[in-house]
C-alpha cells in the first residue's frame, strides 16, 4: 500500500475572533500560517442523503492559496462506539474514516473517505484511496462516487461584531449584542475546500453525542437524530 511520508498535527478547529483578515487565532502557534484553521462546518448536504464539510483557513492575499506541505484531514467516527458516559472523557473520540485534502501545483486533491492506518497525531495518505482533483478556483467538480468538491477563495461566512464585542466586555454584560449588528469580516476571505460525500460512504451515522452522554449518566436522552461526529485538523509533511 503506497503511502506519503508522515504529517504532524498543527491545529484543530475551534473560534474566537478577531479584526485580521478571516483568522480567528484558534492556534496561536500557527496563527495566520497557512495551516491554521479558521472554522469548520459541516451539515445535510443539498441530497438530504449526503453530508457538506466545509473547511476554512486564513487567506493572506488574493494570492495565497493552501500551502503544498499542510494536508487538511477531516475526521469523521461513525460509531459512536468510543464515547464513554463521563463527558470529560468523551473528547476522545477517535476517527473511524477520514477524507484528506492536498494542493499540488494549481490543483487540490482529494482521498477518501477511508479508513486511516493510524489515529494517532500522526498520518499518512494511501495514495490508492484518491478520488480525484479539481482546480483551484474553478467552480468545481464530481469526484469518484458521486462526491462534489470545490477548493478556493470565497468570503468567510462566519459572522462576528468585533466592535461590539468589545463593548459588551467594557461594559454591563446586560448591553448585550442586540437584534443587529456589524459583521467585522464582511471584506475577509478564506481559503475554502468544501466537499458534498454522499452518506453511503460514510457508513451509518451513530446516535447523537449528546444522547450517548445522559445515557451515559442515566439521564432522559433527547431522542436527537443520528448524527457523524466530526472534527478537522492541519497536518505538516515532516
Given amino acids: 500500500m503506497k503511502k506519503i511520508a508522515l504529517w504532524s498535527t498543527l491545529a484543530i478547529v475551534a473560534i474566537a475572533g478577531t479584526l485580521i483578515a478571516a483568522d480567528h487565532l484558534d492556534a496561536p502557534n500557527v496563527a495566520m500560517q ?4 479558521a472554522d469548520f462546518y459541516a451539515f445535510e448536504g443539498e441530497d438530504a442523503n449526503s453530508t457538506t464539510f466545509i473547511v476554512t483557513l486564513p487567506a493572506a492575499s488574493a494570492a495565497s492559496n493552501f500551502d503544498e506541505n499542510v494536508m487538511i484531514e477531516i475526521n469523521i467516527d ?3 462506539a468510543d464515547v464513554p458516559g463521563a463527558f470529560p472523557a468523551s473528547v476522545g473520540v477517535s476517527e473511524d474514516l477520514v477524507i484528506q485534502a492536498l494542493r499540488q501545483g494549481d490543483r487540490m486533491y482529494f482521498f ?3 479508513a486511516p492506518s493510524s489515529t494517532t497525531i500522526s498520518s499518512s495518505i494511501d495514495v490508492n484511496e484518491a478520488i ?7 467552480t468545481g467538480e464530481t469526484l469518484t462516487g458521486g462526491v462534489r468538491a470545490y477548493a478556493g477563495q470565497r468570503q468567510d461566512a462566519f459572522f462576528f461584531d468585533f466592535q461590539q464585542f468589545n463593548t459588551v466586555i467594557g461594559t454591563a454584560p446586560a448591553e448585550g449584542f442586540g437584534t443587529t449588528g456589524t459583521n467585522a469580516f464582511t471584506s475577509a476571505n478564506v481559503n475554502a475546500i468544501v466537499l458534498e460525500v454522499p452518506n453511503a460512504l460514510l457508513g451509518t451515522a451513530p446516535t447523537h453525542l449528546a444522547d450517548q452522554f445522559r445515557a451515559g449518566l442515566g439521564a432522559p436522552v433527547y431522542g436527537l437524530p443520528n448524527s457523524y461526529n466530526v472534527w478537522v485538523e ?3 509533511r515532516n
Fill in 112 to 114: 477518501g473517505p477511508y
Fill in 34 to 37: 497557512p495551516s491554521d484553521i
Fill in 78 to 80: 461513525n460509531t459512536g
Fill in 234 to 236: 492541519t497536518k505538516r
Fill in 132 to 138: 480525484g482533483s479539481v482546480a483551484i478556483g474553478s
